[in-house]
């Protein structure tokens, strides 16, 4: 069986689909690559491979592909929105150029790939409620250009060239195994953090400003249902609206307190404000639903008590509450 390659395997999503897809394939069948090797502590399977390389390299990727007898590429490296906008040209050359170097090495090699898109393809002008899967996509910042142009190219390699390129918009993706990679949605994690360890928290958010979010176990089921999905239902190949729930700050804050009674949040918002502003407080996901049966298992409720929960037994095994 050929095998699976996934680019930025130490972020948020990496690092946990490299888990999932080690799980169900076994951990020699999927190789890892980022620009450094995985930290000890991000539950990665030790034993399976790992690359160190550059997505702009399209001759280290491709050297990498042809060693490994790679038949999926599931292509995440990237700079995300928040980050983006401190290095707009890194992230051009990163988010585009990676993308482009997979694509061509796809469509040479007859490789299945995953990308994703994010609801960062949106923009002031976009519908804010129930977003539909075709509207007006004006995105604000670099990495909305980035995954709007990404969203084109993975359109046209597979009209043009027929490469099996397959994708989600993301909404803000919440986890507790790996820190999120400087993104606006960032706040969510952090807030939960600092709640599970008793301190209080400053969102740089404003209280009122919903967004579209998931928690990271049914981002990875909605990734894995697509790539597992018959190709001649998927009718879109730029990227599919996927929705679990939203929620402002203020919301999020009341959630904790349901297991956190004293906890306390203040807001001080900053220049990822605007970026929040510019974004979708819901999207219209019935093209997922209908094309691959997309059901998201977790709303706000159920994320911030698995998540609380998992975050304690951290601060439980690190030793650091009772200490
Ligand atoms: P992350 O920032 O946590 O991880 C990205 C990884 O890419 C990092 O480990 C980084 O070292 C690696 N990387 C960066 N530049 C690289 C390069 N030149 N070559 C090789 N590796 C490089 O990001 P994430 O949250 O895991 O996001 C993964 C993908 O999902 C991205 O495309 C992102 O746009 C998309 N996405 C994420 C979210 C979210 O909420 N996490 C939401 C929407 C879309
Ligand atoms: C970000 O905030 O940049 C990401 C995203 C929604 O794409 N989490």
């Excluded at 999927?30 to 390299?57: C, H, I, T, W, Y």
């Excluded at 002008?125 to 980035?146: A, H």
């Excluded at 093209?287 to 409720?301: N, S």
Aim: with cysteine.
């Amino acid at each position: 069986m050929s095998r699976f390659l996934v680019t930025g395997a130490n972020g948020q999503i990496g690092s946990e689909l490299v888990a999932a897809l080690r799980e169900r394939h076994g951990a020699r069948q999927v190789v890892g690559l980022d620009l450094k090797p995985p930290p000890a502590s991000n539950g990665q399977p030790r034993e399976g491979p790992f690359e160190e390389a550059d997505v702009r390299d399209r001759a280290a990727l491709a050297e990498v592909i042809s060693a490994y007898d790679v038949g999926t590429v599931y292509h995440l490296a990237s700079l995300l929105s928040a980050t983006g906008e401190q290095q707009p040209d890194r992230t051009w050359e990163v988010n585009m150029g990676g993308l482009k170097n997979v694509l061509d090495l796809a469509r040479g090699e007859g490789l299945r790939v995953f990308w994703p898109s994010s609801i960062a393809v949106f923009g002031p002008s976009t519908p804010k409620e129930n977003t539909p899967q075709q509207t007006v996509l004006d995105p604000t910042t670099i990495y909305g250009v980035t995954k709007r142009s990404g969203e084109l190219l993975c359109r046209y390699y597979h009209r043009r060239f027929g490469v099996d390129v397959r994708s989600l918009r993301y909404p803000g993706l919440i986890s507790y195994k790996t820190a999120p990679g400087g993104g606006t949605t960032d706040y969510a994690v952090e807030m939960l953090r600092r709640a599970a360890e008793g301190e209080d928290y400053t969102c740089f958010l404003d209280r009122g400003a919903r967004l579209p979010m998931m928690y990271m176990p049914d981002a990875i089921g909605a990734t894995l249902d697509l790539m597992g999905a018959e190709g001649e239902g998927l009718t879109v190949r730029e990227g599919y609206n996927v929705g679990a729930f939203s929620f402002t700050p203020e919301e999020l804050a009341e959630s904790i307190r349901g297991h956190v009674p004293g906890f306390r949040c203040s807001y001080a918002p900053d220049e990822r404000q605007q970026i929040a502003e510019a974004w979708p407080s819901s999207v219209d996901d019935g093209a997922a639903r209908r094309d691959w049966g997309w059901a998201p298992a977790y709303d706000l409720a159920a994320m911030t008590e698995d998540m609380l929960e998992h975050l304690r037994e951290e601060e439980w095994e690190s030793g650091s509450v009772g200490a």
